[in-house]
């Protein structure tokens, strides 16, 4: 009696593979000494995306930038850069990112096209590739026409604009930037958000960007990381971190008899979250329904005969999110050189 043919096995059916993070962060820590700068940190940044560190000067953030780029050893954890470890491959990381610090660093010197080919010949970027880098970089960052200017001849938004084109020239898969904009006038901060954007899509960039800047990390942002005291306070969209505050609106109103407090009226109004007392007859509501609450507001002083001195609406900001999660507004402190710089010497509070 033969056999018959051998039973078929069944199909396999395994979900594929999740996309490796372009980085990795995992319970890193940063000490000097008995100074704890970063305190167990995690986070992932996908892909294509623009990432933004938000915090006050001191926070750690640049220690956590110079941590992922290879500038200063790991005390715990681990931070990991397209797959690749950075205590143990920091070769390899360095050859896929772009690093442009906060300090200007180019050669005033040197010609805008100079400090170019010179990164670029740092990097062993060969010269047919190094030429065409150049003139495609220059166009993207808008420093065509002076690119036989010397450097010190360029305003203070151009210069960042040549900081950023050097980070790129050779062609870097992923792109820290720590503070970009920093003494930057205005109308130069927003053209460096766009050419960013842009630079993201046309060049196919993960962007991290450190800043103080509530401004920066909402309109350039996909994601915010809160950084405070060395932690991770708070991590998503600025939509969905915003949405994370109680109350959707923000009102600010000061009455004329400042006297009065009016904080217990100012709870029990249609919509009220939550009242801050400002002194000096200022409040600061949080509400759901922003309409109701002002209109309830202006009937609760002409009720009581108490003149409205300032009004004003508006809708939840990352400034109210860092209050949320803090319990204090975003402070632009020094940074102590002990944590930053050297270990403390004996004796010396962090």
Not at 8 to 27: D, E, G, L, M, R
Not at 222 to 240: E, N
Not at 264 to 278: A, D, I, K
Not at 291 to 297: A, F, I, K, P
Request: one cysteine or more; proline letters at 6%; a neutral charge.
């Amino acid at each position: 009696m033969t056999s018959g043919p051998p039973s078929a096995k069944p199909a396999s059916h395994q979900a594929p593979a999740a996309p490796t993070p372009a980085i990795a962060v995992q319970n890193i820590v940063k000490r000097y000494g008995t100074f704890e700068a970063v305190s167990g940190v995690s986070f992932e940044v996908a892909d294509g995306e623009i990432f933004g560190l938000l915090g006050p000067n001191g926070a750690g953030k640049s220690t956590l930038i110079r941590m992922m780029t290879t500038l200063i050893p790991v005390t715990a954890g681990r931070a990991l850069i397209a797959g690749h470890d950075v205590a143990h491959e920091p070769n390899a990381v360095r050859n896929i990112i772009g690093v442009i610090p906060q300090a200007l660093t180019s050669d005033i010197d040197l010609t805008v096209e100079e400090n170019l080919s010179i990164y670029a010949k740092l990097y062993g970027v060969p010269r047919a590739e190094r030429e065409r880098n150049i003139a495609t970089l220059l166009e993207a960052v808008d420093l065509t026409k002076w690119r036989e200017a010397q450097t010190k001849t360029l305003s203070g938004g151009m210069r960042r604009r040549l900081e950023i084109a050097r980070g790129l020239i050779h062609s870097p898969r992923i792109f820290f930037l720590d503070e970009p904009t920093t003494g930057l006038d205005p109308v130069s901060r927003v053209a460096v958000w766009e050419m960013l954007d842009k630079l993201r899509t046309t060049m196919k960039l993960t962007i991290l960007i450190t800043t103080h800047y509530m401004d920066e990390a909402d309109n350039l942002c996909d994601r915010i990381a809160i950084i405070d005291h060395g932690k991770l306070v708070a991590l998503d969209t600025p939509l969905a971190l915003k949405s994370s505050v109680p109350g959707s609106s923000v009102i600010e109103v000061q009455f004329g008899r400042n006297q009065i407090d009016r904080k217990p009226q100012l709870e029990h109004l249609g919509g009220v979250t939550g009242v801050e007392s400002r002194g000096s007859g200022e409040y600061r509501l949080m509400t759901s329904n922003g309409s109701l609450t002002t209109t309830q507001l202006v009937e609760m002083a002409t009720a009581a005969n108490d003149p409205i001195r300032g009004l004003s609406v508006q809708n939840t900001t990352l400034d109210d999110v860092f209050v949320y999660y803090t319990g204090r507004q975003l402070r632009d402190e020094q940074v102590k050189a002990v944590g930053f710089m050297m270990p403390p010497r004996p004796g010396m509070q962090p």
